[in-house]
């Protein structure tokens, strides 16, 4: 199927083809595209100028994903098709192998400049889940939450790359039985499993994009940990939402996948018949307000602690597109969205530690004996993804991980 010698099976075979950013030893400074094939990285940009595709150079030259984001559907389109054909067909091999590197040669960085970053809360079980933990007294779902895909306006300029160190926030908390607030270091630092959209095509202000159209503004997909300080988040979310308890940090992943390479991972949503939601929020096809059918795994110190199946998410992200652009605000090329926390109806399927916890009531063991309710420093979470790929495959989006330092001494 190809010249390169990857077996057909390897998750980042021929059918993935995720991108990323990354530089070599010898050119530290030389952030470059690179797109990932078996265990190799292939120099994007430096290939197609060696395979005479020329007209592709600019949206590969980096030093970020940004130029091909905003290159639009098309192009995306035309590079993916052309990267199929230089690594299968033989006769590219002389001109594109001197362009692929060991990955272990290589360093990955943040793959895009972030524009503006949303994060959704797209669960059912997962808002379910926290509104019977933060509001015992009240209906578990707030009761816009089937008319419409809640989200809210995140920090941009602190995403950060898989393998970036994550300090412990401080910030005010105040508990129930607390007489007053008091200032210090997070002591419910937790994570939120997500998958991210990175979004291309820009549009102008007054423009809306329809669910149907979504897809060709989305570029690809990471895997995103919302970390978030439960503690200082409880105290200040009335009636604004999160803010500093979620602004500290956001990890993504390295590659970014493809939607492209998600087409055999569609799936229909598990059903939003109670209510119906708004036309908008529908696809005039049929097939646009797609799920997606991708398996999240959460790690802590090595011990697998969740399995969050993304099958199980209400909201489709082309619906989260849609419900972003409705208002006429518009979409930048280099935007992310987050789907908001994967959670499935098994304990063992919930994507944070505040309900793998129930609230710290229930902690939970680690292979090496210890427990946990919610983060210590020193510990290192790493999220990974699969989907099913096209011909039987198994695709991987790779991984993110983190690791928790102490807080910074006060000055
Ligand atoms: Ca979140």
Not at 209 to 225: K, M, R, W
Not at 254 to 273: K, N
Not at 336 to 357: A, D, K, M
Request: net charge negative; glycine share 10%.
């Amino acid at each position: 199927m190809t010249w390169l010698d990857v077996a057909a099976d390897h998750p980042f075979g021929i059918t993935n083809l995720p991108y990323g950013i990354f530089t070599t030893a010898a050119e530290p400074e030389r952030r470059r595209v690179g797109v990932r094939v078996g265990d190799l990285v292939l120099d994007a940009a430096a290939a197609a100028h060696a395979a005479d595709c020329e007209y592709a150079v600019p949206a590969l030259s980096g030093p970020t994903l940004n130029p091909l984001l905003a290159a639009g559907k098309g192009a995306w389109d035309a590079t993916r098709a052309w990267l199929v054909t230089v690594l299968t067909d033989p006769a590219y091999r002389e001109a594109v192998e001197p362009h692929l590197i060991p990955l272990a040669e290589v360093t990955m960085h943040l793959p895009l400049e972030v524009a503006d970053y949303v994060d959704f809360y797209a669960s059912d079980n997962h808002a379910m889940n926290v509104g019977k933990i933060f509001r015992p007294d009240s209906p578990a779902l707030p009761v816009n939450w089937k008319h419409l895909p809640i989200g809210y306006h995140g920090r941009a300029g602190t995403i950060v790359v898989s393998g970036t160190d994550i300090v412990r926030p401080s910030g005010q908390r105040k508990g129930p039985q607390d007489p007053a607030p008091v200032y210090g270091p997070s002591i419910r630092l937790d994570i939120e499993a997500e998958l991210g959209y990175l979004v291309g095509g820009a549009t102008t202000m007054g423009e809306r994009v329809s669910v149907d159209e979504a897809a060709d503004h989305i570029f690809g997909v990471v895997i995103l940990n919302d970390w978030s300080a439960r503690d200082i988040q409880a105290w200040e979310y009335v009636p604004l939402g999160p803010f500093l308890g979620k602004s500290f940090a956001t990890s993504i992943s390295a590659w970014v996948t493809p939607l492209a390479a998600l087409d055999a991972a569609r799936i229909a949503l598990p059903g939003q018949d109670d209510p119906v939601p708004l036309p908008y929020l529908q696809s005039a096809s049929g097939t646009g307000a797609f799920g997606l059918d991708v398996q999240v795994e959460v790690s802590l110190n090595g011990t697998v602690v969740s399995h969050p199946p993304y099958s199980t998410m209400y909201w489709s992200p082309a619906q989260m597109l849609a419900h972003m652009t409705v208002n006429g605000a518009s979409l930048r090329a280099g935007d992310i969205y987050g789907s908001g926390t994967i959670s499935g109806p098994e304990r063992e399927q919930r994507g944070s530690f505040l309900e793998l916890s129930w609230g710290g009531q229930e902690p939970f063991t680690l292979a090496d004996g210890s427990t946990r309710s919610y983060l210590e420093d020193g510990d290192t979470v790493t999220m990974t993804a699969w989907a099913p790929g096209a011909d039987g495959t198994r695709i991987s989006l790779g991984e993110v991980s983190g690791t928790i330092r102490p807080t910074a001494p006060e000055a």
